[in-house]
């Protein structure tokens, strides 16, 4: 079992940077894939980008391509999140995701096993 808890979200203005971070508690972090998703207000909850077991590979979806980083600290047990070049579409609760016997590049939230409570991140115009 693991325990995921998302930090960092806050009010920011279009084009500035945020880093949301997600420590894992529970054993073996290392087993398990992790994913960002996110939910507007009266959206689906959609992928964002996700982080095999050693960080070596990473996947994004097309909309924070280039503007967002995944990478994860297997000795401190945490998922990062670094969003640069924010615009108000950003705009969401942001979520993270830890799955145990998927790809790397899974990107249905409902094969992803646990889930943390999410952080608001609102990016003003």
């Known amino acids: 079992q693991v325990q995921l808890l998302e930090s960092g979200g806050g009010l920011v203005q279009a084009g500035d940077s945020l880093r949301l971070s997600c420590a894992a508690s529970?054993?073996?972090?290392?087993?398990?894939?992790m994913g960002w998703f996110r939910q507007a207000p009266g959206k689906e909850r959609e992928f964002v980008g996700s982080?095999?077991?050693?960080?070596?590979?990473?996947y994004y979806a097309d909309s924070v391509k280039g503007r967002f980083t995944i990478s994860r600290d297997n000795a401190k047990n945490t998922v990062y999140l670094q969003m640069t070049a924010l615009n108000v579409e950003d705009t969401a609760v942001y979520y993270c995701?830890?799955?145990?016997?998927?790809?790397?590049?899974?990107?249905?939230?409902?094969?992803?096993?646990?889930w943390g409570q999410g952080t608001q991140v609102t990016v003003s115009s």
């Open positions: 529970g054993r073996a972090f290392l087993l398990y894939i």
């Open positions: 995701a830890a799955g145990r016997s998927i790809r790397p590049d899974t990107r249905e939230s409902g094969k992803y096993d646990h």
């Open positions: 982080i095999n077991w050693s960080g070596g590979s990473t």
